[in-house]
């Protein structure tokens, strides 16, 4: 079966943009605060310069020398540890994300989801099935939780990290929301445990990392273990209203080794769609992080 490859990019942020890329390193706007961060898919050369770069951004991004993944904030103008900004779809219930600048250099969002955040409202919304059940494994501080919970439906968020669930507390409170259930757990445990009792659900989101570890201390890579995932969550997916959501960012994969996992895993796959999400900064360049597959039927 012919399957188009998309790009895709988000369509209704007013809270987010990206200023510019360039020279490792992206310019974002969250709300009223300009970060500039690390980026390694921005091999190409910044538009603006580094001076400009420097007098926009509230705070600055630098790397530890012998740890890449940590570092500090170097603020240049005065911004809050803390702070929340909203994301809007017409005829959509509003999401409210709390934001923080941590030492991983992430601030508890990544913008280029709400591409997929649409994709689950609007799906919620067309399952003709009473308080929908939504499985969110990977589900970092919850955005994609806040967004099916918005719709109506009944959502078991998991993570790893107990600080990151609470943050997603914390975004269901902002966004007037109540009931979803919080667990903290390694998401390959979970799921087999999810199998051997029956369980099934509506919809289920992946956004597994390439390399993580569970909370008491489990192992995972990518590559190795996301075959086993799929098959175990083809189990979990109700055969008659369903659909997944597989989003991945590895420089090594492509949105087709996606596919490939999915077909071979699923029995049924209807309205299939994958490819890249990406970002686009004030001078035109597409800025690529990740890739996804997803999938609904709707009766």
Request: aromatic share 10%.
């Amino acid at each position: 079966m012919k399957e188009t490859i998309l790009s895709l990019t988000p369509q209704h942020w007013e809270d987010y943009e990206l200023i510019d890329t360039g020279g490792f390193e992206k310019l974002e706007r969250f709300g009223p605060y300009i970060l500039s961060r690390p980026e390694p898919q921005a091999i190409w050369d910044k538009s603006m310069s580094a001076e400009d770069w420097k007098k926009q951004a509230h705070a600055i991004f630098a790397k530890e020398k012998n740890n890449p993944e940590k570092g500090q904030w170097i603020e240049q103008k005065k911004i809050p540890h803390n702070w929340q900004i909203k994301y809007h779809v017409p005829q959509k219930p509003t999401l409210s994300l709390n934001l923080a600048m941590t030492s991983f250099k992430h601030i508890g969002l990544f913008p280029e989801q709400a591409v997929n955040w649409d994709y689950i409202l609007d799906t919620v919304d067309k399952l003709q099935v009473e308080n929908p059940k939504i499985l969110n494994l990977f589900a970092y501080t919850g955005a994609a939780s806040i967004a099916a919970r918005a719709a109506g439906a009944e959502v078991t968020h998991l993570d790893a990290v107990k600080q990151v669930v609470t943050w997603s507390k914390h975004n269901m409170e902002s966004s007037g929301l109540e009931g979803i259930r919080w667990i903290v757990d390694d998401a390959m445990k979970f799921i087999k445990r999810e199998v051997r009792r029956g369980n099934k659900y509506h919809g289920i989101i992946l956004d597994p990392p390439a390399y993580g570890r569970g909370p008491d201390g489990e192992k995972w890579i990518l590559e190795e273990q996301i075959n086993e995932m799929l098959k175990l969550c083809a189990e979990l997916l109700e055969p008659n209203q369903h659909f997944l959501i597989l989003n991945m960012y590895s420089l090594s994969f492509s949105s087709i080794i996606a596919a490939n996992l999915v077909h071979s895993n699923f029995k049924e796959v209807n309205n299939a769609e994958h490819g890249e999400l990406y970002l686009v900064d004030n001078f035109n360049k597409k800025l690529p992080l990740g890739i996804f597959f997803r999938f609904r039927k709707l009766k």
